[in-house]
Nanobody, 133 residues
Framework: QLRLVESGGGLVQSGGSLRLSCAAS????????VSWFRQAPGKEREGISC????????YYTDSVKGRVTISRDSTKNAVYLQINDLKPEDTANYYC??????????????????????????RGQGTQVTVSS
């Protein structure tokens, strides 16, 4: 069974940092582009970052650029999202999704974040991030 499990969320004060993890089981994550999304109650899903399968491309949406770093650890079959200088507006459920067979540019341009949830091969349930002011 292909699974992605997120962890690392929690309650943090404004200005703090969190490192979110996206761990894969049942498949080799390094062959997939991985995207991070977030969704707050009553709001649309927002694609915030992606990393290509060969790690040659990454993308950050404007709302998080300069505060977020995406990375991989193939030995742990995982992708990470480091978020610094957290703000109350970052409060949301954060989840990762994996897609196979896309070019590096599809992630590097950010277009992969426009895929619908069902178009990803695997997605996780998410981890809640709550930022207090």
């Amino acid at each position: 069974q292909l699974r992605l499990v997120e962890s690392g969320g929690g309650l943090v004060q404004s200005g703090g940092s969190l490192r979110l993890s996206c761990a894969a089981s049942g498949f080799t994550l390094e062959y997939y582009s991985v995207s991070w999304f977030r969704q707050a109650p009553g709001k649309e899903r927002e694609g915030i970052s992606c990393i290509s399968s060969k790690e040659s491309s990454s993308y950050y949406t404007d709302s998080v650029k300069g505060r977020v770093t995406i990375s991989r650890d193939s030995t742990k079959n995982a992708v990470y999202l480091q978020i610094n200088d957290l703000k109350p507006e970052d409060t949301a459920n954060y989840y990762c999704a994996a897609a196979y067979g896309h070019s590096d540019d599809y992630c590097g341009s950010g277009r992969i974040l426009d895929l619908k949830s069902g178009e990803f091969d695997v997605r996780g349930q998410g981890t809640q991030v709550t930022v207090s002011s």
